[in-house]
């Protein structure tokens, strides 16, 4: 278990950059690396995932897919090929899911959640995942978020 604690939105967005930083130096394992992240509205979620995707070398702007459930992002291959020097498999794609709003697991079957977090070449992180928790898998990277004051957050992170 790692703990960080940040300052502000700007320290939250470099913690989340590193995390990528880290994922993408790790050779990609038999299925998507997932991200369950944990907290209250407001805790740093979407803040965190702003910088990770922008660690991802993804310049679109990253907000909270609350309606919509999913947002898909193609992971750039200078970023892969700059972080990893040779392989032949990559990471291709960044799905960001916010679950706030979804009414039974069910309703992921039309968006193929399955398949997707099968997929080694993905890279998948869940808003919310206490939603469809029995349908998560083990090695799971779960990354709860906490105000501790004005700004302040701690980030604890358990694989």
């Known amino acids: 278990m790692q703990k960080f ?3 502000n939105n700007t320290e ?5 950059q590193y ?7 790790k050779k990609p394992g038999k299925q ?4 369950a992240l944990k907290g209250d ?3 740093g979620k979407t803040t965190f995932l702003q910088g990770f995707a922008k660690g991802l070398g993804i310049t679109e702007v990253i907000n909270s897919p609350t309606f919509i459930i999913m947002k898909k992002f193609k992971i750039p291959t200078k970023t892969i090929l700059k972080k990893r020097r040779s392989s032949v498999l990559r990471y291709e794609f960044f799905y960001h899911f916010d ?3 979804l009414e039974n697991q069910k309703d992921l ?4 959640f399955k398949e997707i977090i099968s997929d080694p070449k993905n890279i998948v992180a869940v808003e919310w995942p206490e939603k469809i928790a029995g349908i998560l898998p083990k090695n799971t990277i779960s990354i709860n978020f906490n105000h501790l004051e004005e700004g302040k957050r701690e980030l604890t992170v358990s694989k």
Do not use: D, W
């Open 109 to 112: 079957e039309f968006l193929h």
């Open 12 to 16: 939250t967005q470099n913690t989340g």
């Open 5 to 7: 604690i940040t300052n």
């Open 19 to 25: 995390f990528a930083s880290e994922i993408l130096t």
């Open 32 to 35: 998507a690396v997932i991200l």
């Open 99 to 101: 679950l706030y709003r």
């Open 41 to 43: 509205l407001g805790a």
